[in-house]
């Protein structure tokens, strides 16, 4: 079965505190693995995509890695509007749809 | 500027009450989806359309229906069939099912 699985559920980092999120997927055949940064109340914004292993992508303070079984979004030095719901998505073996993880809610304080 | 309207952003349901969320995009992508957003379930795909004039069954598809008469435009109407509508509900649009998603800004439901 087409899975996704983000965690940590919920991340607490003090200002400029670096971590990682973590997205494991089981879907075979990769056809590219999505990033979006949602905000309460709001759509989720699309971030990033990886489509191969050991491809990288950054944007400001965060940066988004692939391996064949898991991605990480790693936050350099987080400031307080970086907090948000990051959710990690991949196309469904069929091809139908994104299957969505559940989401990592990250808080930073200052 | 391209992007995907939503509307209302607020919308209370009576029992028994049918009530039609709106999505458009002007984005001219062939793909749209809508999804439902629970706190601590993630994103639920509950119908998506590949093309104008066809649509599928997502993984909860049930107390909902959509149409897609035009490429612009998916409503998804909310039915007395579904008895815990209340939600955050996404429309979302892509070039094709395989490829990122654009989301609006969502519509929450609420029951009276």
């Known amino acids: 079965e087409d899975q996704v699985t983000q965690s940590p559920e919920a991340l607490r980092l003090q200002e400029g505190e670096s971590s990682s999120l973590n997205c494991s997927y089981t879907?075979?055949?990769?056809?590219?693995l999505f990033w979006y940064r949602q905000d309460p109340g709001k759509g989720p914004e699309f971030l990033f995509t990886?489509?191969?292993a050991g491809e990288e992508k950054e944007k400001e303070r965060l940066k988004a890695t692939l391996t064949k079984k898991e991605s990480f979004l790693h936050i350099t030095a987080p400031k307080p509007e970086d907090s948000a719901t990051y959710l990690c998505a991949v196309p469904r073996k069929a091809g139908t749809a994104l299957i969505f993880g559940k989401g990592t809610t990250l808080s930073v304080s200052s | 500027d391209g992007g995907i309207t939503q509307s209302p952003k607020y919308l209370f349901r009576k029992e028994g009450q049918n009530v039609t969320l709106s999505c458009e995009q002007n984005l001219n992508h062939d793909a749209m989806y809508w999804y439902r957003q629970d706190p601590g379930q993630g994103l639920r795909l509950i119908y998506y359309?590949?093309?104008?004039?066809?649509?599928q069954k997502g993984d909860i598809a049930e107390g909902y229906s959509v149409s897609r008469e035009k490429k612009e435009s998916f409503p998804l109407t909310v039915t007395s069939a579904q008895k815990n509508p209340t939600a955050f509900y996404l429309c979302?649009?892509?070039?094709?099912?395989?490829?990122?998603?654009?989301f609006g800004d969502g519509t929450r439901l609420s029951i009276l």
């Open positions: 979302a649009s892509s070039i094709a099912t395989d490829q990122p998603q654009h």
């Open positions: 879907v075979s055949g990769l056809r590219g």
């Open positions: 359309s590949q093309i104008v004039n066809d649509f």
């Open positions: 990886l489509y191969s």
